[in-house]
């Protein structure tokens, strides 16, 4: 989407980093900084986007939350997308085969979702589940057995969306994984949005492409994802 980074986030919430811009291109002779937290835009697709690459400093997620939703609010964005993967070891038997992602909606989302889902995007609802272990306190004894939304490895994207979910039209969408080369997975992820958002035209399925003959928009892979598991061993190594 060749976007502009337009600023950054420097909250205490977030360990500090900096590191190379791991959307530089091969053919780019720039050179720039990152930081933990930038914000991206798009000004013909009207999109902000928020990356976050560093972990939150302990016991200061629900602080960052609040700021987050207080800035979102202010902004007085259209609708916000929360975009976070879960462990795959922790699915259920009815997630273990077929699409692998899943979204939530507030109810100002749903509106504009409804027809969407049931007529083109065939999309999943996260499935309710009982959260283990169970209640053990006596306060909590009441919601013993009682199903809810469990996202285990997705950060704060569940807290996140229970801040925003009845003031703003929120959508979460998440998909599952496990540990190793997630690059798939992101793809897929970033296929799901696109269904929705359309920032990408849809390319015509090629032969090389899924059974359904499911369309997919052309992405740019950054270079810094040939390097996610450092070089090549070297092959003396093995004479």
Known sequence: MEMTRMGYSHDDSILPMVGNDPFSRLDSESCQLVTSCEIYKSSKDKIIIIQQRAPFVKGKRRSFRRKLVEWIKKCGFDQVVILTSSYAHERVDKQLSGSQQRYLASPKMTDRLDNLVREKLQWKCL?????????????????????????????????????????????????????GDNAPDAVQLANYINQYLQVLPQEEPSASETSEGQRSPMWKIPSSWRLTFGNQADPMLFH
């Not at 309710?128 to 950060?155: H, L, M, N």
């Not at 925003?164 to 994984?177: E, G, I, K, R, S």
Request: hydrophobic fraction near 40%.
């Open 127 to 179: 499935e309710k589940r009982i959260a283990f272990p169970a209640p053990s306190s006596i306060d909590q004894a009441d919601t013993r057995g009682q199903e809810s939304v469990y996202i285990p490895g997705g950060g704060i994207a569940k807290a996140l969306f229970e801040d925003c979910y009845n003031d703003v039209a929120v959508l979460l969408v998440l998909t599952f994984c496990a540990e």
